[in-house]
């Protein structure tokens, strides 16, 4: 029992190191980029020793592979618990992706460094770790179709839906919605934001006028 503390413990402190790690990684290539980022500020900025970078992931690279992997499925279990839990009030499939959009919103306002960089990689055809974002990026899109696939097959929802299309559209409208938020209308609150993509998902998807 005590050695299966032990690891626990030990677990438990590399997942708060990693998270610090992501923080501060994530922050410092917002401000100034991938490639002018090195390891010792990253290490520096999170408090810890440069060793330790390494000690968790093998390079800069790997770092922020790792840190798109991790900030994706985040996201990808917001999504999934805000479908799940508009399913478990009896809530129809154009609830759940009212509330996956409200979901998204609140995920990007509270990581909003992580977001401008996961954008701004999706755009890139260069870098390493480009396989393993579009994974993840399906990963989150998948959540979406679900609920669409479930709306067309129970007749909520007209089966003209281009049910692949229409969900990255509509993870696509949240992250560049949130986006021009954050940075042209700040003085607009999250309850504003997604009163107007409701009203957006309302008329395009539902077909309501």
């Known amino acids: 029992m ?3 503390k032990a690891v626990d413990s030990g677990s438990s402190r590399r997942q ?3 998270q610090k790690l992501y923080e501060a990684a994530v922050t410092l290539i917002a401000e100034q980029g991938f490639s002018a980022t090195t390891v010792d500020e990253i290490a520096e900025r999170a408090g810890v020793a440069k060793g330790t970078v390494y000690y968790n992931f093998a390079s800069k690279s790997v770092l922020f592979e790792e840190l798109l992997r991790h900030g994706v499925r985040l996201l990808t279990a917001s999504l999934r618990k805000a479908a799940e839990k508009t399913a478990q009030e009896g809530g129809s499939k154009v609830d759940a992706l009212d509330a996956m959009i409200r979901a998204g919103l609140v995920f990007i ?3 909003p460094a992580f977001t401008q960089l996961y954008v701004a990689e999706l755009w890139r055809t260069n870098r390493a770790w480009q396989s393993t974002l579009m994974v993840v990026r399906q990963e989150a899109v998948a959540v979406v179709e679900g609920v669409l696939r479930d709306g067309v097959a129970n007749g909520e929802l007209s089966d003209e ?3 692949p299309l229409t969900a990255a559209a509509l993870v696509g ?3 560049v919605a949130a986006l021009d938020w954050q940075a042209f209308q700040p003085e607009r609150s999250l309850d504003d ?3 107007a993509l409701s009203r957006l998902l309302q008329g395009r998807v539902s077909g309501n006028r």
Request: no cysteine; glycine share 0%; proline share 0%.
């Open 2 to 4: 005590e050695s299966s």
């Open 161 to 163: 839906i281009d049910v």
């Open 193 to 195: 934001v997604h009163a």
């Open 173 to 175: 409208m949240v992250l």
């Open 109 to 111: 306002d509270r990581y």
């Open 16 to 18: 708060v190191t990693r």
